[in-house]
């Protein structure tokens, strides 16, 4: 410290004086400097003063290289560790200091897109760690090399590098203040809220519940989380924020912070200080209020092992001095390199020449370059999703193929193919000849013919050659060739067909009873001619009815004229008797006799009609038991199938009505005499109720059928 020395001096002869002398000890100089790398060149290195203005600055950079000035950039040779001196005159005491700085570039993972196949064309989003001082190298092909995300559009492979300024974890705690207002102190008072008093600060989610007069400002995090706000102080010295935190010496740390106005009157202007020194310049909050901006510097420790960080406001304005301070990081920083390779998929899809072709001649189509391939159009493919598909299109097509890679980049190609119309042919219609015949066969609409099969053919390369076929059905097959540049050829046939010898076919042999006609047929012709014609309906035609009395041989002469081809067939009608049927019956039906026994006679098989009340309708003697005078007619049929019929009648009246009569007793005994207890009776019952009852008035017996009785039995 300054201090005031006094001396006192003695003579021989004992005298005694004093003097003295003030000794001033000046301050030290409050100086420092720091260092950035160039993210582009790691060798080129910026150095920045720090503190007061500097008197005839020097710097000796550990390589035997010295400059005098201030914020020199000086270039190295190679990496390495350099002792660094930083030299000033200030007042009266020149100082220096000395640092070990560490130039440094390490690989890391920094660049966050992986290395990508593109397709030709196409573009790219380059992502990578966030940094203020970095460098993209190449900057070929990319969109804006000043982004830390730029978009390349490379034509061709290409490797870029990314080399950043990259900082480690944040040494400050609670820089996000999402842990409330601890981690840090200050010169400012903690509100809670806040109206009009100046040095108070809060940490909340909305500057405007803080500060009614604030805007409604949120934090930088997240929108939604804690910031710092404060009312700026009105005297100098203040610090808004402060702390200390553990260094490592000779080490580059990063600091940084946002700021943001939360009035707009009289913006907050910000000193930050390590250690007591400002470091970097002065940062204005942003004129627009709810507007973040940050504040980064770098700081080298040195042979400090603690950093004590501050800021301060120095507007100094009562009105409108209000403000937010949010992400607050101190972190150590280091130049890292990553790269990303982008190799660019170029396909060339390539086909097969363009092609002229006849109708109806297939074309295979073959496509190189790429994985999948996609024709179009499909009309005429045998497969539009192959490389090699069948083409047969019926006009001229332009096929193109797009090809895509495995890394999904396409390319296309094309062919044209061109249809040669084939000839139009004119031929002889199929025909019908008959055997041992030829037939003139014709053929127009090219230049040269040949038919086949050629072994019943005159000549078969003409265009007319005569046919004599001796298979039933022939198809000749003519391949006609026209003169165009490909020759091409159509087919077409005609179809000979041989008549079949005609068939000739008359009825089998027939019998008929007299008196009834028969119809006799022929067929396998179109004329025909029966005998005798006395004894037929029509003797022209295929089929006439006979017309005879008598057994009688006919005969038919059937012609086909196609072919003029006859035969003469013969059959026999035969002529049978018919049965003479007659009726008869026992008596009529009154109320005396119940039934009249029917008789036929004359034939061998008799129905009677109507079967109502009959025993039976199919024998010659049934009996009668109609309910109403009725006319039966009986049908006779003799050995040959011949019948007759007769009719008659069976009346039925009233006459003879008397009383119904019942038995006194039965004898249930099963002898077959009296065993059954019921009405005797003659004539017709139309309506019938018989009940038996025991002595005790239980019903044992009941029917309305007046042929059934009572057994004896009962349960």
């Known amino acids: 410290a300054t201090t005031n020395y006094t001396v006192t001096g003695t003579n021989l002869y004992g005298c005694v004086a004093e003097a003295s002398v003030l000794v001033t000890v000046l301050p030290p100089s409050n100086f420092d400097f720091s260092y950035q790398q160039n993210a582009c060149n790691p060798l080129s290195v910026q150095f920045f003063n720090a503190g007061s203005n500097p008197l005839n600055p020097y710097w000796s950079f550990g390589d035997g290289n010295t400059l005098l000035g201030n914020n020199p950039i000086h270039v190295y040779s190679s990496l390495g560790n350099y002792t660094v001196k930083y030299h000033i005159d200030n007042a009266a005491c020149p100082d220096t200091i000395t640092k070990i700085i560490s130039l440094q570039l390490s690989n890391a993972d920094i660049v966050l897109t992986p290395d990508t196949t593109i397709c030709f064309g196409s573009t790219k989003l380059l992502r990578a760690q966030a940094s203020g001082n970095f460098c993209w190298s190449p900057t070929t092909y990319l969109n804006n090399s000043l982004l830390n995300n730029p978009t390349t559009s490379t034509p061709t492979n290409i490797t870029y590098y990314y080399t950043a300024e990259t900082a480690g974890n944040n040494l400050i705690l609670n820089g996000d203040f999402s842990a409330g207002n601890t981690g840090f102190t200050s010169d400012y008072t903690f509100a809670t809220t806040n109206s009009i008093i100046n040095a108070e600060y809060g940490v909340v989610t909305n500057a405007q519940t803080w500060n009614a007069g604030a805007s409604p400002c949120n934090d930088h995090t997240t929108g939604t989380g804690n910031m710092l706000v404060a009312n700026g102080a009105t005297v100098a010295g203040k610090k808004l924020w402060k702390s200390t935190v553990n260094v490592t010496p000779n080490t580059n740390y990063q600091f940084s912070a946002w700021i943001q106005s939360i009035s707009l009157a009289n913006f907050a202007v910000f000193k930050f200080y390590i250690n007591g020194v400002q470091f970097g310049p002065t940062l204005n909050a942003p004129s627009s209020a709810c507007q973040w ?10 042979n400090n092992t603690t950093a004590n960080i501050s800021l301060e406001d120095f507007t100094y304005n009562a009105d409108g001095n209000d403000f937010a301070l949010d992400d607050i990081s101190f972190a150590p ?28 001649i297939p074309v295979q189509l073959n496509a190189t370059g790429a994985s999948t391939y996609v024709w179009t159009p499909a009309t005429g493919l045998s497969n539009p999703n192959i490389a090699n598909p069948v083409a047969l299109p019926q006009t001229n097509t332009r096929y193109t ?7 999904g980049c396409t390319a296309s190609d094309f062919i044209d193919i061109t249809v040669l119309p084939k000839p139009l042919i004119t031929k002889t219609a199929d025909t019908t000849i008959c055997k041992n015949s030829s037939v003139q066969l014709n053929a127009s609409g090219g230049t040269s013919y040949t038919w086949s099969p050629a072994a019943t053919l005159n000549n078969a390369n003409i265009a007319n050659p005569v046919a004599t076929p001796t298979a039933p059905v022939t198809k000749y097959i003519v391949t006609v060739t026209n003169n165009n540049v490909n ?6 046939s005609v179809k000979i067909t041989l008549r079949p010898a005609p068939v000739f076919t008359v009825s089998p042999s027939k019998s008929t009873c007299i008196g009834t006609a028969v119809q006799l047929s022929a067929a396998g012709g179109d004329s025909y001619l029966w005998n005798p014609a006395n004894l037929v309906s029509n003797a022209a035609i295929a089929n006439p009815t006979a017309i005879t009395g008598t057994t009688t041989n006919y005969s038919v002469t059937i012609t086909e004229s196609n072919c003029n081809v006859s035969a003469t067939l013969f059959t026999t009608v035969t002529v049978n008797p018919v049965p003479v049927i007659t009726a008869s019956k026992s008596n009529d039906i009154d109320c005396s006799i119940e039934f009249a026994n029917l008789l036929a006679s004359g034939a061998l098989q008799y129905t009677w009609s109507p079967a109502t009340g009959l025993s039976s309708n199919s024998i010659y003697n049934p009996v009668a038991k109609p309910t109403a005078t009725t006319k039966y007619v009986v049908t006779g049929n003799n050995s040959f199938g011949c019948s007759d019929s007769d009719t008659l009648t069976v009346a039925v009246t009233k006459t003879g009505a008397s009383g119904y009569f019942m038995p006194n007793s039965f004898t249930p005994n099963g002898d077959g005499k009296n065993d059954c207890f019921g009405i005797k009776y003659w004539g017709i019952i139309e309506q019938l109720e018989f009940f038996i009852y025991n002595r005790y008035g239980e019903k044992v017996f009941y029917t309305n059928d007046p042929n059934k009785c009572w057994d004896g039995l009962y349960k």
Do not use: E, F, H, M
Request: proline residues 2%; charged residues 15%.
């Open 333 to 360: 920083v280091a130049i890292k390199r990553d790269s990303v390779k982008i190799t660019v998929d170029t396909p060339v899809v390539n086909t097969i020449a363009d092609v002229s072709v006849c109708a109806g």
């Open 401 to 407: 193929v797009n090809g895509t890679t495995i890394n």
């Open 293 to 302: 901006v940050q504040q980064k510097l770098n700081w080298n420790s040195g």
């Open 487 to 492: 020759a091409c050829s159509n087919t077409d």
